[in-house]
């Protein structure tokens, strides 16, 4: 890969996400295969945007995804973000070479507990290589931070 190439791949903060539509290839393998997974549509996962190099996603609440309480499963928020990460990662690849993904890594750090509230993953790819993404992932109830995430996909 050429530096000029590498250069490319790094997501510059001033611009704007979304320049280029998502292909809709991968947009409807997205769909298909993370959002309408059985375990998304167990936790009710919902994908509310998607550009590329980015996707946001909502949990609503549910009873079913407690741990004590009414607080959120760690676990549960675990998913949300494995999911929003991957989605990320898949949305500027291309439908010719992709065969498919695979989570490589995931770091989440726990901010504070979400309870009896509507999550948002918002993901971010922070760098994108011929085989491997890696994405930025926050978690947020309202304008509370839940978890930060780094997650690393591999693409094959």
């Not at 298909?32 to 609503?60: F, N, Q």
Request: glycine share 8%; aromatic share 2%.
């Amino acid at each position: 890969m050429t530096r000029e190439k590498d250069e490319k791949s790094e997501r510059d903060p001033a611009e704007a996400p979304g320049t280029q539509a998502v292909d809709a290839r991968i947009a409807e393998q997205i769909h298909r295969l993370l959002i309408g997974s059985p375990v998304s549509r167990a936790l009710g996962i919902e994908l509310h945007g998607l550009e590329i190099d980015r996707a946001v996603l909502v949990l609503p609440f549910k009873p079913e995804n407690v741990t004590v309480e009414d607080i959120v499963h760690g676990g549960v928020i675990a998913a949300l973000i494995d999911v929003a990460g991957v989605a990320a990662a898949l949305s500027g690849a291309s439908s010719e070479t992709l065969g498919g993904s695979a989570t490589s890594t995931l770091s989440i750090s726990y901010l504070a507990p979400a309870r009896s509230v509507p999550l948002r993953a918002e993901a971010m790819v922070l760098r994108r290589g011929r085989r491997q993404v890696v994405v930025d992932v926050s978690v947020a109830a309202g304008p509370l931070a839940v978890a930060k995430a780094l997650v690393t996909a591999a693409l094959f």
